[in-house]
């Protein structure tokens, strides 16, 4: 079936999502909605990342529309001013090259130059302003897209962001020694990282300047917020290693919450590949009643004030969305060209990785 009534592509096919892989609960019951800013979105993170030069121009003319990023953003983000929504967007990509860069790095045995990435994006992060010029591309974008952000919500808001961030800056770092080295962490001990390495709070965080409004410490930490918050990250992480557990096997990777379960559990293949789905399929059944819960908590913010009414439709706005991260999630799985192994010339590196500017020959 078609992710959208209107396909954002201009060629328009269903898609087909292979058995394994298939949900019908969220294909029934998490319908997918685009924000309309959707097409002047694409076009403009295109335009962003060759004016920041983190990828080459033919490689952002045949891959990036086809690697689906502005369209996992749009559909997440729901309700968002066009602005914040094309700042969280330019950051999503910026993202998904550091991803690669890191990738690269690991691959190629390139450990001197990870640890001055990380360092510079340390720094870039509490200062993004003074690193605007920086001599390396991957830095001058990050602190542009950080800059853009920090201007919607308070410095409180840019604080705990940042603060976050530098946690996925280290979790990174532990996942470069971990393959490096070839350690395949425990079950527990690849969840714990896992909320790192794929940013759970960084993309909760930005669901508040989505919503216009900085959530106080006592309602962003309530149990029935959180708790909902988790799970649709949870989900995101868990049917990312579901799909990429086969390309990871061969690809000789060590995270992964499948190959933890045959190193440490003594899985066999199907048996992971079952066990990591249960977790998927548990994340959705879990997520209903928690949305329930959060749904309620808001309605209780409701007080009469002026200012319980603002938190309450901004938690319904941010809860509305951490639904629809799973509709996003799964179709930008089966959309996008990140994930399309079997059509790579070579399966190990990505056609719309630059090795050259990389550094490498």
Known sequence: MPAFPHSTTSTPTAIAVPPSLSLPVIEAAFPRQLHPYWPRLQDKTRTWLLEKRLMPADKVEEYADGLCYTDLMAGYYLGAPDEVLQAIADYSAWFFVWDDRHDRDIVHGRPAAWRRLRFRLHTALDSPRTHLHHEDSLVAGFADSVTRLYSFLPETWNARFARHFHEVIEAYDREF????????????????LRRFTFAHWIWTDLLEPAAGCELPDGVRKHPAYRRAALLSQEFAAWYNDLCSLPKEIAGDEVHNLGISLIKHERLTLEEAVAEVR??????????????????????????????????????????????????TVYWFHHESGRYMVDSWDDRSTPPYVNNEAAGEK
């Not at 020694?177 to 690849?190: D, F, K, S």
């Not at 913010?301 to 509305?320: F, I, N, Q, W």
């Open 177 to 192: 020694h971990n393959r490096t080295e070839g350690i395949v962490p425990t079950v527990q001990e690849y969840l714990a």
């Open 278 to 327: 249960r977790r998927v399929e548990e994340c959705m059944v879990e997520f209903l009643v928690a949305e329930r819960d959060a749904l309620r908590f808001a309605d209780g913010l409701a007080d009469g004030t002026v200012r319980g009414k603002e938190l309450s439709a901004a938690v319904r706005a941010c809860v509305g969305n951490m639904r629809n991260w799973f509709s």
